[in-house]
Structures are given as structure tokens and as C-alpha cells.
């Protein structure tokens, strides 16, 4: 390598993986045509390895040699690397009268995270709307109500649990295959964020996000949880997909401010899990109103009412509103959420509040179903 480069490039990078053997079929990885999705920006690697789905789970030390290889380059700061199954097209049956199915069958969703009861996923139309504080917040009430919880941090690209849980370091796994996942406040939680360095841009394609979010399920020692509360990534796109899909759902929490453009992005986000069959608990409506902790005077400075009025319209439950007040958004971006920090306090009784709601809403509807399909009429 010339000595006055001092980053590695995409080249160098395929040359330390060409040192990866594919335990079964004994050549490297590079001449298998496995590695995709290959990333260099600024010491950063980022890249995917293509294994059929029976091999993914056994898979694990190979990802591990082709993370270490890439670590070893000179100007090598971080790498992510992870499995994506590459599945056969299995042969299609011959077409059922009244079917309304379409596309190949997966197996059970379930069979992702056995131990788990519950999946409920907080969803937002688009960014900036505090989704992940307040899924933050939900997760944390549900276990002071009583119950097991995790939480999946979804949101690939933003990652943000690890700073609201207030947890750092890296996962640990006891057998070299499944992590085991972090632990605070009593919740158990699994991030990206955890197995990269917090600056670290994510400039992943979609095959190398959707292996990310599989392997953070499947490969997690999720054990046995009453819910997995997951905050999704905003927007619907693969990912949402991929997880609507791919898990059993009991239920999505929409998240949106009042004024008008948020909640037109949150009904597309609810027509989505509509369209995958997956239920809608309900909308919370953050940041609805703010009161000067001064003077105590009330701005609605992003509308107000507006979310409740969408949820009558729609049909869906409003399960409460969260003000913009300053001392959630201190002690979420402290890593004690409000809810742990100040349990007595107004706004932690509105997420309790909130999550009693979907608790009951999740146990009166069915758990444990099977994983929806897209339907095309």
C-alpha cells in the first residue's frame, strides 16, 4: 500500500476479503461474488455478504474473518459487515380460485424471535416529529407497568437508542452466534448504534439495511419478553416493509405533530401498515402544545388537536398528546428518559397513560398471529 495514503480504498478492501474462505465451499468470498454492497468513505467500510437463508445462522464467524481482515487495513477506522440470505425462487403452485395471495411464502415470522408475546412498532410519516422519544418512553412505561420489554432500534440510518437508554459499549455474544442484548432501566434493547461508532455516517443500500434488521432479530437473545416495542425508521420504505412483513405485529403507534404536513405523512404511514394488515392502535400527537415554564403561558406553536382530529376521521384510537416541554427532551438526550428520571411527574403519567392503552389494546386483539402479506386485488 503506498505509505502516504492513509485510508484504505474500495481495492484494498476486496483484497483482504479475497483472504475470506467460505467454510463450505472452500474458496474466498470475493470469487464467490458474495460481497456486495461495498462502502469506503473515510476509513468507514461498509459492505454485505450474500449466503443462502439455511446458511445464514451458522454464518456467523465468516462475517466476523471479513469484519477482521477489513480492520487490519492501514486508515481503517470502522467496518460493518453483515449476512444477507439470498433465497431461491421456490416453484409456484398452480393458481387457487378466489386467492388473493401473491409472491412466494416465507416462513413463519415468528420463528424470528420465538420468546416474544408482543411487537408492537412506533411509526412516524416522516422525521423530526420525536418518534423515537417517544417510543423511548413507551417501552420504559410498559416495564414500570409490570411487563418484560425490548427494544429493537430500527432506524438504521438514525440510531438513537443507545444515547436515550442511556447504555454503551458493545453487545457480547457467549457462543460467537448470538448476541446477547443490552440491558437498562430493565429493558432489553438492540441498536446498530451499538456495533458502530455513534459519528459513524450509515451509507448502506437496501439488501445490506434489511440483513442488518434481520440479523438484530433473528440473532438477538431476545428470551422471553411480554412486548418488543421497535422504533422504526420514518417514512415507508424497505425497511418498514421488510419489518411489517417479515413480523408478526400486533399493532403500530403512529406518531405525528399537529400541524398539517406531519399528519399528512402519518396517514401514509397508516395506510401502509393498512395495506401489509397490520393493526393501527392508535396516534399520539407529540409536541402538542408548549407552556413557558416562566410565565406559564400556552403557544400552540405547532397547531394543536390536529392528530385527534385525523384518528376521529381515520377511525383509529388517539391514545394521548405529549407537550414540547424541555425537560423530556433533557433527560432523553441525557439517557434517562423522563419516565425513569421523573416517574411522579405529569408527563411520565401521560406515557403511562398511553402505553396502558396499547397494552390493552395489543391483549384484546390477537397475539401471536401469523405475519401479514401484501394483497393485490
Known amino acids: 500500500m503506498d505509505a502516504k495514503r492513509t485510508t484504505a480504498t474500495e481495492a484494498d478492501v476486496r483484497r483482504a ?15 464467490l461474488g ?3 454492497g461495498l462502502v469506503v468513505r473515510e476509513g468507514n467500510v ?8 439455511e446458511r445464514g445462522p451458522r454464518l456467523e464467524p465468516l462475517r466476523k474473518a471479513a469484519e477482521a481482515a477489513v480492520m487490519a487495513l492501514p486508515g481503517v477506522v470502522s467496518v460493518t459487515a453483515v449476512l444477507t440470505a439470498e433465497r431461491a425462487a421456490a416453484p409456484q403452485p398452480a393458481a387457487q380460485p378466489h386467492s388473493h395471495s401473491h409472491g412466494p411464502q416465507q416462513a413463519p415470522a415468528a420463528s424470528l424471535m420465538p420468546g416474544v408475546r408482543h411487537v408492537i412498532a412506533v411509526a412516524s410519516g416522516k422525521g423530526g416529529v420525536g418518534k423515537s422519544t417517544v417510543a423511548a418512553n413507551l417501552a420504559l412505561a410498559l416495564a414500570a407497568e409490570g411487563h418484560s420489554v425490548g427494544m429493537l432500534d430500527a432506524d438504521i440510518y438514525g440510531p438513537s437508542m443507545p444515547r436515550m437508554l442511556g447504555i454503551t459499549g458493545r453487545p457480547q455474544s457467549k457462543d460467537g452466534k448470538i448476541l446477547e442484548p443490552m440491558q437498562n432501566y430493565g429493558v432489553k434493547a438492540m441498536s446498530i448504534g451499538f456495533l458502530i461508532k455513534e459519528d459513524t455516517p450509515m451509507i448502506w443500500r437496501g439488501p445490506m439495511v434489511i440483513g442488518a434488521l434481520e440479523q438484530m432479530m433473528r440473532d438477538v437473545n431476545w428470551g422471553d419478553l411480554d412486548v ?18 417479515r413480523v408478526p405485529l400486533a399493532g403500530a403507534v403512529i406518531v405525528s405533530t399537529p400541524q398539517d404536513i406531519a399528519l399528512l405523512d402519518a396517514r401514509k404511514g397508516l395506510a401502509m401498515f393498512r395495506k401489509v394488515n397490520v393493526p393501527v392502535l392508535g396516534i399520539v400527537e407529540n409536541m402538542s402544545t408548549f407552556v413557558c415554564p416562566n410565565c406559564g ?26 407537550p ?14 423522563i419516565t425513569v428520571s421523573n416517574p411522579g411527574s405529569e408527563n411520565a403519567e401521560r406515557f403511562r397513560d398511553i402505553a396502558r392503552k396499547v397494552w390493552a ?11 401479514p402479506r401484501i394483497v393485490v386485488e
Do not use: N, W, Y
Open 17 to 31: 476479503l479475497a483472504a475470506v474462505i467460505d467454510p463450505d465451499q472452500g474458496k474466498d468470498i470475493v470469487s
Open 34 to 36: 458474495r460481497v456486495s
Open 46 to 53: 461498509g459492505f454485505a455478504i450474500e449466503v443462502e437463508a
Open 228 to 245: 418488543l416495542v421497535v422504533d422504526m425508521p420514518p417514512g415507508t420504505g424497505d425497511a418498514q416493509l421488510t419489518l411489517a412483513q
Open 297 to 322: 403561558h400556552e403557544s400552540h406553536i405547532f397547531s394543536h388537536g390536529g392528530a385527534k382530529a385525523c384518528a376521529a376521521e381515520l377511525g383509529v384510537p388517539f391514545l394521548g398528546e405529549i
Open 324 to 337: 414540547l416541554d424541555i425537560e423530556i427532551r433533557e433527560t432523553s438526550d441525557g439517557g434517562a428518559p
Open 361 to 371: 389494546a395489543v391483549e384484546a386483539g390477537k397475539s401471536g398471529r401469523a405475519g
